[in-house]
């Protein structure tokens, strides 16, 4: 099946920071999300992204699909940013409403 | 409000016993879906259903049962055959169809310890 891998796994930040977290799979997608998982457990949905580029405050992020890729970017950090941030696709050979195939995580800490 | 619910927040089961964690979504969505997360880990899918009185085992499907009744609802059971079911527990729904938008969304989980 479908790999992903992400990194860096564990990133810490200065707040005012910025950073960026990468996503590679090992297949071409037709589903690509970016999820954070909140102090609580809840994830969130960033951004759903299979291919271009998105912006959404001081997030953004780009999927460049031909190279199998996804990054995203996070601009002038807040500790409320801190959780771990997932990276999750869906291969396109896979027909119909497949479930998506999640990476590990990027662990982010913003320190004041 | 449109969204997923999930009960309980937490639960606490004694070894031997079975339990059921509820998830219910009104956004009219086909498919459903269970996972597990373990401390520090990813998610890893237990379950998935595509379409009412349907479903397909995921990666980590043994000691857990699902049902899919109605296309609001998809509960999980716990069995006393998982070995070690203390975990976090999120189910996740998205638009079904081929070709439509399927980006997946999330309840706010369920964390199960067992005594």
């Known amino acids: 099946g479908i790999q992903v891998e992400q990194s860096p796994p564990d990133l810490i930040l200065q707040e005012g920071a910025n950073s960026t977290l990468r996503c590679n799979f090992s297949d071409s997608v037709n589903n690509l999300q970016w999820f954070h998982q909140n102090p609580w457990g809840q994830l969130?949905?960033?951004?759903?992204?299979?291919?271009?580029?998105?912006?959404?405050?001081?997030?953004?992020?780009?999927?460049?699909?031909?190279?199998?890729?996804?990054?995203?970017?996070?601009?002038?950090?807040?500790t409320t940013d801190s959780g771990v941030y997932f990276c999750a696709v869906k291969g396109d050979r896979i027909s119909g409403n497949t479930p998506l195939v999640f990476g590990k995580g990027t662990r982010l800490s913003v320190i004041a | 409000?449109?969204?997923?619910?999930?009960?309980?927040?937490?639960?606490?089961?004694?070894?031997?016993?079975?339990?059921?964690?509820?998830?219910?979504?009104?956004?009219?969505?086909?498919?459903?879906?269970?996972?597990?997360?373990?401390?520090?880990?990813?998610?890893?899918?237990?379950?998935?259903?595509?379409?009412?009185?349907?479903?397909?085992?995921?990666?980590?499907?043994?000691?857990?049962?699902?049902?899919?009744?109605?296309?609001?609802?998809?509960?999980?059971?716990?069995?006393?055959?998982?070995?070690?079911?203390?975990?976090?527990?999120?189910c996740a729904s998205s638009y079904g169809g081929a070709g439509g938008d399927n980006e997946q969304f999330f309840g706010p989980g369920t964390r199960l310890t067992v005594l």
Request: hydrophobic residues 30%.
């Open chain 1, 44 to 78: 969130i949905n960033l951004f759903y992204i299979p291919s271009g580029t998105k912006q959404n405050g001081r997030l953004s992020a780009t999927t460049v699909a031909t190279e199998r890729y996804s990054l995203l970017y996070i601009s002038s950090s807040q």
């Open chain 2, 1 to 90: 409000d449109g969204g997923i619910t999930q009960s309980p927040k937490y639960l606490f089961r004694k070894e031997g016993q079975n339990v059921t964690l509820s998830c219910e979504q009104n956004l009219n969505h086909d498919a459903m879906y269970w996972y597990r997360q373990d401390p520090g880990q990813g998610l890893r899918l237990i379950y998935y259903s595509q379409i009412v009185n349907d479903f397909q085992k995921g990666d980590i499907a043994e000691g857990y049962s699902v049902s899919r009744e109605k296309k609001e609802s998809f509960p999980l059971t716990v069995t006393s055959a998982q070995k070690n079911p203390t975990a976090f527990y999120l």
